[in-house]
């Protein structure tokens, strides 16, 4: 069985960074292709990024596009997320997820995932 445990978030302040892990395990990893997404208060899950199964292809949202960074260690089941330059609107429930379709058009899609972690949140302070 898959799972997925996120860790990494807390509270900073704007203009910090702060990188997201997530540590893969059931499966192997090199199979999918891993995502992040997040969910403010009183809105949608959205998408911010994702990584191919081999690391060498990445896409980010235009919302951290700059200022977010995805990465991933095939050798130790984790995937991360770095973002940089954190404003207040980037506080929410950071989600990794689990594509095994691999990179491709739909990667954006939060159905396009079969397996998600639990979440951990990110607070930024102005």
């Known amino acids: 069985q898959v799972q997925l445990v996120e860790s990494g978030g807390g509270v900073v302040q704007a203009g910090d960074s702060l990188r997201l892990s997530c540590v893969f395990s059931g499966d192997t990893f090199s199979s999918y292709a891993m995502g992040w997404f997040r969910q403010a208060p009183g809105k949608e899950r959205e998408f911010v990024a994702v990584?191919?199964?081999?690391?060498?292809?990445?896409y980010s949202a235009c919302a951290v596009k700059g200022r977010g960074a995805i990465a991933r260690d095939n050798a130790k089941n984790t995937v991360y997320l770095q973002m940089n330059s954190l404003k207040p609107e980037d506080t929410a429930v950071y989600y990794c997820?689990?594509?095994?379709?691999?990179?491709?058009?739909?990667?954006?899609?939060?159905?396009?995932?079969?397996?998600w972690g639990q979440g951990t949140q990110v607070t930024i302070s102005s």
């Open positions: 990584i191919s199964r081999n690391g060498g292809s990445t």
């Open positions: 997820a689990a594509d095994p379709r691999g990179f491709n058009y739909f990667n954006a899609r939060r159905a396009e995932y079969a397996y």
